[in-house]
């Protein structure tokens, strides 16, 4: 299974950018897949779920809930983020995973595959 994360840059507050995963060596639409974050010094941390293809259902770390949006597209294999509003501390490393389920989970270890992670930086 591989995990390839792309679109994270430098954005000043306030910015946008879109973050994109493609999946590829298994169903990709019979798993959940997520969104975490990593920032220096700190634990990864989750951000954004969103269940299989035919559950569809979302869920949001408290911190980026109203700014952040995830979806899939499963004819693609992509799982994107949507992060507006970004704030300096949203500046971390961010890795796409893919579940062991179908539901959302939030915990990082109950990922089953990780991809190699982009880097967001927040300018204020």
């Known amino acids: 299974v591989q995990l390839q994360a792309f679109g994270g840059g430098l954005v000043q507050v306030g910015g946008s950018l879109r973050l994109s995963c493609a999946a590829s060596g298994r169903t990709f639409e019979d798993y959940a897949m997520g969104w975490h974050r990593q920032a220096p010094g700190k634990e990864r941390e989750f951000v954004a779920g969103?269940?299989?293809?035919?559950?569809?259902?979302?869920y949001y770390a408290d911190s980026v809930t109203g700014r952040f949006t995830i979806s899939r597209d499963n004819a693609k294999n992509t799982v994107y983020l949507q992060m507006n509003s970004l704030k300096p501390e949203d500046t971390a490393v961010y890795y796409c995973?893919?579940?062991?389920?179908?539901?959302?989970?939030?915990?990082?270890?109950?990922?089953?595959?990780w991809g190699q992670g982009t880097q967001v930086t927040v300018s204020s």
């Open positions: 995973a893919s579940g062991r389920t179908a539901n959302i989970v939030v915990l990082t270890t109950n990922y089953a595959y």
């Open positions: 969103v269940s299989w293809s035919g559950g569809a259902g979302t």
